[in-house]
T-cell receptor, first 118, second 115 residues
Framework: AQKITQTQPGMFVQEKEAVTLDCTYD???????LFWYKQPSSGEMIFLIY??????QNATEGRYSLNFQKARKSANLVISASQLGDSAMYFC???????????????FGGGTRVLVKP | DVKVTQSSRYLVKRTGEKVFLECVQD?????MFWYRQDPGLGLRLIYF???????EKGDIPEGYSVSREKKERFSLILESASTNQTSMYLC??????????????FGNGTRLTVT
């Protein structure tokens, strides 16, 4: 089974509107972390936001926020007030913290391409 | 700032060639990783290393090997390149004692085409 699933391969969003990118995950590890990365057309991977499995509050970072629903195993990224520069690929990733063999690695989803329209 | 440098941005090789992808990081990180990125599949882990001369298989190690002779350098080797290894390759690093919320730091990628 996929550990990280991003069901939206691509989406359009109007400039200045909010957009939600879906991410669901699968793990038996009680302790884990969830990450979102942005990859613009230049190819660099830019870290956006982190949510820990034991964090009581949803993470926020500027215009980025995470809608974390632990029971549903979902960690959706919300980008508010979209800008043209938000056009990029977005990846959800997970780090399992108690499984020794998992190490420090991240497991990634398939990504969602966002295109912001003016 | 952490800098992860991949030696080539674009590479074109022929089937059967031995290919070396080089990655260097300047932050004294213990952990280094090689991922490949393909459309619809996201990033998949090929190999990672916790220390010099140590390596661990990731999810898709077949057809690849790695070398870590120095802490700052992690090389990915395609012993006999095949067309199905045409992909974007991303190197990343992180600190061993990193906090659980510390992200991986990525290089800019090497786009490899095998013809």
């Amino acid at each position: 089974a996929q550990k990280i699933t991003q069901t939206q391969p691509g989406m359009f969003v109007q400039e200045k509107e909010a957009v939600t990118l879906d991410c669901t995950y699968d793990t038996s590890d009680p302790s884990y972390g969830l990450f979102w990365y942005k990859q613009p057309s230049s190819g660099e991977m830019i870290f956006l936001i982190y949510q820990g499995s034991y964090d009581q509050q949803n993470a926020t970072e500027g215009r980025y926020s995470l809608n974390f629903q632990k029971a549903r195993k979902s960690a959706n990224l919300v980008i508010s007030a979209s800008q043209l520069g938000d056009s990029a690929m977005y990846f959800c990733a997970m780090r399992e913290l108690m499984i020794k063999a998992a190490g420090n690695k991240l497991t990634f989803g398939g990504g969602t391409r966002v295109l912001v329209k003016p | 700032d952490v800098k992860v440098t991949q030696s080539s941005r674009y590479l074109v090789k022929r089937t059967g060639e031995k290919v070396f992808l080089e990655c260097v990081q300047d932050m004294d990180h213990e952990n280094m990783f090689w991922y490949r990125q393909d459309p619809g599949l996201g990033l998949r882990l090929i190999y990672f290393s916790y220390d010099v001369k140590m390596k661990e298989k990731g999810d898709i190690p077949e057809g690849y090997s790695v070398s870590r002779e120095k802490k700052e350098r992690f090389s990915l080797i395609l012993e006999s390149a095949s067309t199905n290894q045409t992909s974007m390759y991303l190197c990343a690093s992180s600190s061993q004692g990193a906090e659980r919320n510390s992200p991986l730091h990525f290089g800019n990628g090497t786009r490899l085409t095998v013809t």
